[in-house]
């Protein structure tokens, strides 16, 4: 499981916790987010993320 | 006392900027905003008026003669964070852009996003959670040292109204002989809405402070912020002087003056609720959710202002190009169709995003270091204050103002 950062404003997407609050399962891999899928804090796109180690 | 020849003070030094910021946010009535907006809210969305004239505060002189418009409703004051091709913050250019300059504050795309990504740099949650142990921690037990060997104290005169600005001097590594001055300076700054004329010598003079930092700090290769933001650098690109001082310029308002605020309104809000501070104090894993919901139940900021680009209708309102629309993002974290009984301070409830740092492009860049200073501060506050609860002598804290709402005292004791 990985975690990925945005770019814009430092909101992470954690693959093992997804974002059931917007109805993406926990365990929900990056590539399996939607393409059009924005930043839930800033609307950044997913282009504008970046992998992060925690 | 020993002065600084390297720091201006006002031409008139006993002009008081703090008092004069304090009635620039203050509501005249004492009117609780919030029961107002909701008994609104009730009938529609968007309402064409000035929302200070409404909840008792002074005008903003910056903003006179442009057409206003509140935003209540949660899904257009969604629309109007989320759609900043019509909702500019250009806005901020007649009041912020005076006093701080090019901050990001006054930008938008594409300009904004270039340099938001060179400052967020360094504020992402990896470099602030370090700050934690070498700039938080040091700040917050110094404070407390102060006064928890008497028993009582006022959370806000005594803890909160300085730890986030210590932090910022810190960060900055201001030499100590120049910190009474540049403090008075960056309040000055805020004063624009009300006093033009200060808030502009204030931005003048700070100016010429930082530019001094910039020079001495710019190739030194040194570890504090005014350092490593000169030296950021995305593909090649570095930010330009102005956009940076203009940043600094907003740091005291921007990161300190919204910490210390924010800070009260949590203290305010656990320890008017036994339980929940009893809850909090035992199992430091809610931390996080009663911050979060310190910032739902009383954000600091309360209002977000835009200006109309192009004519727009929102809540079958026409409303024209040039206007000022206020997103009322207190109202939001208000809202009873989001949050059930809303007026209540609950650390229980479900994770659900709240606007007390906004939302979209402009959402606060600082968030992440926020988190780690009210974190901070509130384990600090329980590890030398025990058996902490409200002082029964005095009223219980109330969080009072229109925007940048604050209580006016936290009054504590504890066992010495
Ligand atoms: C609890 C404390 C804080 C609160 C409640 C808060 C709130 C906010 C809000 C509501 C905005 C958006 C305003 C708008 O869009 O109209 C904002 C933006 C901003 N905040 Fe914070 N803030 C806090 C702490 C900080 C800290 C510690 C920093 C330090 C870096 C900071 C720096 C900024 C900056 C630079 C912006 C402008 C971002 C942009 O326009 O892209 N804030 N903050
Ligand atoms: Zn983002």
């Known amino acids: 499981m990985k975690t990925w950062q945005c770019l814009s404003c430092g ?14 399962a926990p365990g929900t891999r990056w590539e399996d987010v939607p393409t059009d899928w924005k930043c839930p804090d800033c609307g950044t796109g997913k282009a504008d993320f970046e992998m992060v180690e925690l | 006392m020993h002065r600084s020849n390297r720091i201006a003070d006002f031409d008139d030094p006993s002009f008081d900027p703090f008092a004069t910021f304090e009635s620039a946010t203050q509501s005249g009535s004492g009117e609780d905003p919030y029961a107002r907006l909701a008994e609104m809210r009730r009938q529609k969305s968007v309402f064409e008026l000035d929302y200070r004239e409404l909840l008792g505060s002074p005008p903003d002189l910056t903003m006179q003669g442009l057409p206003k418009y509140m935003v209540l409703g949660a899904a257009d004051i969604q629309q109007v964070l989320e759609t900043p091709q019509l909702f500019s913050n250009t806005i901020f250019e007649r009041n912020v852009g005076l006093c701080f300059g090019r901050s990001l504050t006054v930008m938008d795309a594409p300009e904004h996003t270039r340099y938001r990504r060179l400052f967020q740099k360094a504020f992402m949650p990896s470099v602030v959670s370090k700050w934690g142990d070498t700039l938080v921690d040091p700040v917050v037990h110094g404070l407390i040292e102060g006064f928890k060997g008497k028993g009582r104290a ?3 005169r005594e803890f909160t109204q300085y730890y986030p600005f210590q932090i910022i001097y810190r960060q900055l590594e201001l030499p100590q002989a120049d910190i009474a001055v540049f403090h008075k300076l960056a309040v000055g700054l805020t004063c624009i809405v009300v006093d033009v004329a200060h808030g502009v010598e204030a931005s003048q003079k700070l100016g010429a402070y930082y530019a001094l930092l910039l020079d001495e700090r710019r190739n030194g290769g040194g570890s504090d912020l005014v350092s490593t933001l000169a030296q950021a650098e995305i593909e090649g690109e570095r930010l330009p002087d102005e956009v940076l001082v203009s940043f600094l310029r907003q740091l005291i308002n921007a990161a300190g003056d919204t910490t210390y605020r924010a800070t009260s309104s949590l203290l305010a809000g656990l320890l008017s609720n036994p339980d929940q501070l009893d809850a909090v104090r035992r199992d430091r894993a809610l931390i996080p959710a009663a911050i979060e919901e310190a910032l739902r139940w009383e954000p600091p900021v309360t209002v977000c202002p835009r200006l109309t680009l192009q004519p727009v209708v929102l809540d079958d309102v026409q409303i024209p190009a040039g206007a000022e629309i206020d997103a009322m993002t207190g109202a939001y974290n208000r809202d009873p169709a989001r949050y059930d009984k809303p ?10 995003r709240h606007m007390g740092f906004a939302y979209g492009a402009h959402v606060c860049i600082g968030q992440h270091l926020a988190r780690v200073e009210m974190t ?3 384990n600090a506050l329980f590890d030398h204050l025990p058996n902490l609860r409200l002082d029964p002598d005095y009223e219980p804290p109330q969080v009072t103002g229109v925007n940048m709402r604050v209580p006016a005292a936290v009054h504590v004791r504890f066992d010495a």
């Open chain 1, 11 to 24: 909101f992470i997407y954690d693959e093992a916790l997804g974002l059931p609050q917007e109805g993406i």
């Open chain 2, 154 to 156: 006022d959370l806000v």
């Open chain 2, 376 to 378: 901070r501060a509130l």
């Open chain 2, 343 to 352: 007026d209540r301070f609950d650390i229980g409830r479900k994770p659900l």
